[in-house]
T-cell receptor, first 112, second 113 residues
Framework: NAGVTQTPKFQVLKTGQSMTLQCAQDMNHNSMYWYRQDPGMGLRLIYYSASEGTTDKGEVPNGYNVSRLNKREFSLRLESAAPSQTSVYFC???????????FGPGTRLLVL | KNQVEQSPQSLIILEGKNCTLQCNYTVSPFSNLRWYKQDTGRGPVSLTIMTFSENTKSNGRYTATLDADTKQSSLHITASQLSDSASYICVVTGKAGANNLFFGTGTRLTVIP
């Protein structure tokens, strides 16, 4: 089992460009999450999907959109990237909402 | 305001020594508390989970304690190894509802030979 996979690993964008971060899990988990991690701030929840077909805003959703494509895949889209979105993005999944989460390796995003 | 605070922010210890990391929280009502280990450049990995009724949980050389009355938890690492160098994150889950996962900012542990 690969667990949680994320693509790409690294990305550099110019302000105003758009991109989609991809996440997939092969553990048959119901819930999936997107976090960003900034120095000194810990992990902050952007969006989550408690179950297939549902998505909800987390603590810092502004500037992002998500799609729960199917049970395995949960993507995060930046429509118009801003330097404030420079961060490391982690996708996670859990068997049920609030259960122990399994994290992907992260995507490092730099917005110039 | 629901918060999770960890101390110290960073810690350097010699290989083979023990250490204790602290987590204080104000989350109420409380469901459970988890400790995660995050190696540099990787995603966090769960170490332990404790519910309200549990006051200790072990995972190999890692032992977590919980005092739900004082809202404090600690993670004790015994006989540290170089591979223990990582950030340790305390995560508190409130009762059911949206946005009820509260993350600490972590303690950065460095084990030196």
């Amino acid at each position: 089992n690969a667990g949680v996979t994320q693509t790409p690993k690294f990305q550099v964008l110019k302000t105003g460009q758009s991109m989609t971060l991809q996440c997939a899990q092969d553990m048959n988990h119901n819930s999936m999450y997107w976090y960003r991690q900034d120095p000194g701030m810990g992990l902050r929840l952007i969006y989550y999907s408690a179950s297939e077909g549902t998505t909800d805003k987390g603590e810092v959703p502004n500037g992002y959109n998500v799609s729960r494509l199917n049970k395995r895949e949960f993507s995060l889209r930046l429509e118009s990237a801003a330097p404030s979105q420079t961060s490391v993005y982690f996708c996670a999944s859990s068997s049920q909402y609030q259960e122990t989460q399994y994290f992907g390796p992260g995507t490092r995003l730099l917005v110039l | 305001k629901n918060q999770v605070e960890q101390s110290p922010q960073s810690l350097i210890i010699l290989e083979g020594k023990n250490c204790t990391l602290q987590c204080n929280y104000t989350v109420s009502p409380f469901s459970n508390l988890r400790w995660y280990k995050q190696d540099t450049g990787r995603g966090p990995v769960s170490l332990t989970i404790m519910t309200f009724s549990e006051n200790t949980k072990s995972n190999g050389r890692y032992t977590a304690t919980l005092d739900a009355d004082t809202k404090q938890s600690s993670l004790h690492i015994t006989a540290s190894q170089l591979s223990d160098s990582a950030s340790y994150i305390c995560v508190v889950t409130g009762k059911a509802g949206a946005n009820n996962l509260f993350f600490g900012t972590g303690t950065r542990l460095t084990v030196i030979p």
